[in-house]
């Protein structure tokens, strides 16, 4: 069998642990021994340390089989590779076991928020759209048409462990208060249509801007793309380093990509209305 479970960006801001958009950067795993290193397409054996190794065992998968994966997720960038190698992981475990359908997409959601520890880039990457996660429950709304991601990420990585110490431990009443509210604008501005106000609801006093401290180019670009009045909405994508923007698609954002190059790598990407799924095997080379 062979599974498919989209990259994504989450915390959007002010959602700290909450919001998340699934980005159309594939995480594949496959359980075919037609897949094995050597074939020319990318793919790598998972080792017992592997994320995906992991939530495959957690959802109950046979921890003696061999598995396989490729993806040009970057690791350590705020993309959700370790939240949609889990996601794959449980969904093929599960999936083989003949688990009923109408449970499967729960159940990969609870390994993998489990395994994550917080459930923001599971809920994405498990069903797609934008989701809202709360604990053991999420929501995924379809995100309107015409919209395009640009993302932005450094050499350097940063591990979500790491970023976190960087965090107050206390957040003041009305700090909170701030970012409960623009993470609310970010539910209902999806839910209306209206993009508008998004700018607004990318705005958070709990996490964003201690992090940034810490991530000086990461701060520079996301200014940089704040500047530019095409951009609906920027962010710092999970725990960073990689900056995030939504533009209208078609906009001809090169220009702004190449203006945030600097020391790092930018791409565009479509939104990924589906989550982890069953899909063809491709063909053997």
């Not at 498919?4 to 801001?13: D, E, H, K, Q, T």
């Not at 040009?72 to 359908?101: C, E, K, N, Q, W």
């Not at 797609?128 to 999420?138: L, M």
Request: glycine share 10%; with cysteine.
């Amino acid at each position: 069998m062979h599974v498919s479970a989209p990259a994504s960006s989450a915390n959007l801001g002010p959602g700290f642990d909450c919001l998340a958009l699934a980005l159309d950067l594939p995480f594949e795993l496959s359980d075919s021994p037609a897949h094995h290193d050597g074939d020319g397409q990318g793919w790598l054996v998972v080792e017992p340390t592997h994320p995906a190794a992991a939530a495959y065992a957690a959802a109950g998968g046979d921890t003696d089989a061999q598995l396989w994966w490729r993806s040009p997720i970057p690791p350590g960038r705020g993309l959700g590779f370790s939240g949609a190698a889990r996601v794959a992981g449980a969904y093929l475990a599960l999936i083989s076991s003949g688990v009923d359908t109408a449970e499967i997409q729960q159940r990969t959601f609870s390994v993998a928020a489990v395994l994550e520890g917080h459930p923001d880039n599971a809920a994405a990457s498990t069903w797609g759209g934008f989701t809202v996660a709360a604990g053991e429950r999420a929501v995924s709304l379809k995100v309107p048409e015409g919209l395009e991601v640009l993302v932005w990420w450094p050499e350097k990585s940063t591990s979500t462990t790491a970023s976190r110490k960087v965090l107050a431990p206390i957040v003041s009443r009305e700090s909170a208060a701030f970012s409960i509210a623009r993470s609310s604008l970010w539910v209902a501005a999806i839910a209306t249509g209206d993009l508008s106000m998004l700018r607004v609801a990318c705005e958070d006093q709990v996490h964003q801007a201690e992090r940034l401290l810490a991530r000086p180019d990461s701060a520079e670009v996301l200014q940089g793309m704040l500047e530019d009045e095409r951009v609906l909405a920027a962010w710092l994508s999970g725990s960073g380093p990689t900056v995030a923007a939504l533009l209208p698609a078609g906009t001809h954002a090169q220009p702004l990509a190449a203006k945030l190059v600097g020391s790092g790598r930018t791409r565009i990407l479509s939104l990924s209305a589906s989550g982890v799924q069953q899909v063809p095997a491709p063909p053997n080379t």
